[in-house]
């Protein structure tokens, strides 16, 4: 009985000491944006545009001058989220279909289940779980995912209007991303060896810049927890939190393996792909007549649950590896 006690005990010391460090630190930053704005209103938008316009595009830049992913590998994971998006999109449909939805919310459950927060979520999370290496893996996939979130997501998300205007639209949104020029940067810096870091005035700022971006994406995702008003429970809602949370890195393991990845690098994508709703896939909704109440009560939820079920998944990812 005393055997069996300990054999208990011991995973059971292991869950609790994965979440005190690795994310209670990510909800506890959250906590202090989501009480910072009950006490000042913070303005939502111009968080926002400094995390997109200016940090992103900094780490981005940075981090691909830093890493040693080469063409090929980072190709792998460009496919790798490009799957899990069109995994998603399929899993979204059969729920669709299971539970009657009308199409707006249909359109909405495929926007909360193929687009994950792989910036302000994802990339502290799989930092502080498996360090700095393994985030090197995390820019490509944020890259692909800003950037299938402003295609494929834009056009998914339109669901009026003449196709003509609504496609210009949608290539104008994308062509004003700077996550793309910054990575775009990044790749030709690196391939022709420009010597970026040697030019202090320039690298210094940039340096600083992407060293602030997790806690400040951190204080934003709970800004922007704090202003959203969630919905009540309902079956396709939990049909979201299933698919985001729980689905979704069921798919990834095998996929990542059968890319061709190492254990550490799966590891940092599968966690990856458990984060909660990406919070753009509400503002999606809200521009285009989707299901507001729907995609903001998506983001709320799993960003929520999201404490648990990523403990437990980065609990079993150790084991593995």
């Not at 800003?146 to 003509?164: E, K, M, R």
Request: aromatic share 12%.
């Amino acid at each position: 009985m005393t055997i069996l006690r300990r054999n208990l005990l011991i995973p059971a010391a292991v869950f609790f000491q994965l979440f005190l460090n690795v994310c209670a630190p990510i909800f506890l930053i959250v906590g202090l944006g989501w009480l910072l704005d009950r006490r000042f209103n913070l303005h939502l938008e111009s968080l926002v545009k400094l995390n997109i316009y200016l940090l992103v595009p900094a780490f981005i830049f940075t981090h691909v001058l830093d890493t040693e992913l080469a063409g090929p590998a980072a190709l792998r994971i460009v496919t790798f989220t490009l799957l899990i998006i069109a995994l998603m999109f399929g899993g979204s449909c059969i729920a669709a279909r299971i539970f009657k939805m009308h199409p707006r919310e249909k359109q909405s459950l495929a926007l909360a289940t193929m687009f994950y927060n792989c910036g302000n979520y994802g990339l502290p999370l799989v930092t502080l779980a498996f360090g700095h290496k393994a985030a090197a893996v995390q820019i490509y996939v944020l890259a692909t995912m800003n950037v299938a979130t402003y295609t494929i997501g834009l056009f998914l998300a339109q669901s009026h209007g003449d196709s003509v205007g609504s496609h210009r639209k949608a290539l104008n949104k994308v062509l004003r991303q700077p996550t793309i020029y910054a990575l775009l940067a990044g790749v030709v810096c690196k391939t022709f060896a420009f010597p970026v870091k040697e030019i202090i005035w320039l690298w210094q700022p940039l340096d600083l810049l992407q060293s602030g971006l997790i806690g400040f994406a951190l204080i934003t995702l709970g800004v922007q927890m704090s202003q959203t008003q969630p919905a009540p429970f309902r079956a396709p809602l939990w049909s979201a939190i299933a698919l985001r949370l729980f689905i979704a890195p069921i798919l990834a393991m095998p996929l990542a393996l059968a890319l061709g990845f190492s254990r550490e690098a799966s590891a940092s994508l599968v966690l990856a792909a458990a984060a909660p709703t990406a919070v753009n896939t509400a503002l999606l909704a809200y521009e285009f007549g989707g299901d507001i109440s729907f995609s903001t009560s998506a983001v709320y939820y799993t960003t929520l649950f999201s404490m648990i079920t990523t403990t437990v998944l980065l609990y079993f990812l150790k084991l593995w590896l």
